[in-house]
C-alpha cells in the first residue's frame, strides 16, 4: 500500500508561483510514474504533468496548457514528487492530485486527497 500526503497549495495572485509536493511511502514509489493531475469545479480530471521512474528513463510530460510555465520533478531519494507552477493563470484554479501509477506488473495505481490551487485578484 502506498500512502500519499500533498502539501504546498494556497491561493496566489495571477501571474505567481506556487509549489505543491507529494511525499510517497513504500519503496515500490521507484518504479513508479509520478505525477500530478487536477480538476476544477464542473470539469473532468486532466493531466497536468508526469515524470517517468528512473528505469523508464525519467522522462517528463506535460498538458500543453502549462508547458513552458510548470515544472514536475522528483526526489527518489526522498519518494516525493513537486510542480513549480509559475505564471499562474486563474485558468490553472483547481483541485491539485497527486498520482502514482505503474502499468507493468505489478501494476498499481495511487491518489492522493488532493491540495486547492487558487489563482485569483
Known amino acids: 500500500q502506498v500512502q500519499l500526503v500533498e502539501s504546498g497549495g494556497g491561493s496566489v495572485q495571477p501571474g505567481g508561483s506556487l509549489r505543491v509536493s507529494c511525499a510517497a511511502s513504500?519503496?515500490?514509489?521507484?518504479?513508479?510514474?509520478m505525477g500530478w493531475y487536477r480538476q476544477a469545479p464542473g470539469r473532468e480530471r486532466e493531466l497536468v504533468a508526469t515524470?517517468?521512474?528512473?528505469?523508464?528513463?525519467?522522462?517528463?510530460n506535460y498538458a500543453d496548457s502549462v508547458k513552458g510555465r510548470f515544472a514536475i520533478s522528483r526526489d527518489n531519494a526522498k519518494n516525493t514528487v513537486y510542480l513549480q507552477m509559475n505564471s499562474l493563470k486563474p485558468e490553472d484554479t483547481a483541485v491539485y492530485y497527486c498520482?502514482?501509477?505503474?502499468?507493468?506488473?505489478?501494476?498499481?495505481?495511487?491518489w492522493g486527497q488532493g491540495t486547492q490551487v487558487t489563482v485569483s485578484s
Open positions: 498520482n502514482v501509477r505503474r502499468l507493468a506488473n505489478p501494476r498499481f495505481d495511487y
Open positions: 513504500g519503496s515500490i514509489v521507484s518504479i513508479a510514474d
Open positions: 515524470v517517468a521512474s528512473i528505469i523508464s528513463g525519467g522522462g517528463t
